[in-house]
Nanobody
Framework: QQKLVESGGGLVQPGGSLRLSCVVS????????IGWFRQAPGKEREWVSC????????NYADFVKGRFTISRDYDKNTAYLQMDSLQPEDTAIYYC?????????????????WGQGTQVTVSS
């Protein structure tokens, strides 16, 4: 059974940084991509970034390009989302997610398993 557990969220001032972690278990995650999504209060869940199983394909939503960096450590079974230059509009619950295959998943319909989410709040 796939399981994804996020951590690293918290309160940060505008312009600050956070690194989210997603520890995966219960499946051979080397064969699967990883995606990050977020949901702000009163808004629909939106895609943030994704990385393919090999790491050869990485994509970002336009609103995080140049600020966020996705990566994965195969030895630690952990995916990361480094978030720099955070702004109040980045405030949301952030979810990591495993798609059905090895691809870079950009839509919720591509997702097999979701983590429980971690809260990120950007405020002065």
């Amino acid at each position: 059974q796939q399981k994804l557990v996020e951590s690293g969220g918290g309160l940060v001032q505008p312009g600050g940084s956070l690194r989210l972690s997603c520890v995966v278990s219960g499946f051979t995650w080397n064969y699967y991509g990883i995606g990050w999504f977020r949901q702000a209060p009163g808004k629909e869940r939106e895609w943030v970034s994704c990385i393919s199983s090999s790491g050869g394909t990485i994509n970002y939503a336009d609103f995080v390009k140049g600020r966020f960096t996705i990566s994965r450590d195969y030895d630690k079974n952990t995916a990361y989302l480094q978030m720099d230059s955070l702004q109040p509009e980045d405030t949301a619950i952030y979810y990591c997610a495993s798609p059905w295959g090895d691809y870079c998943a950009e839509r919720s319909g591509m997702i097999q398993t979701w983590g429980q989410g971690t809260q990120v709040t950007v405020s002065s």
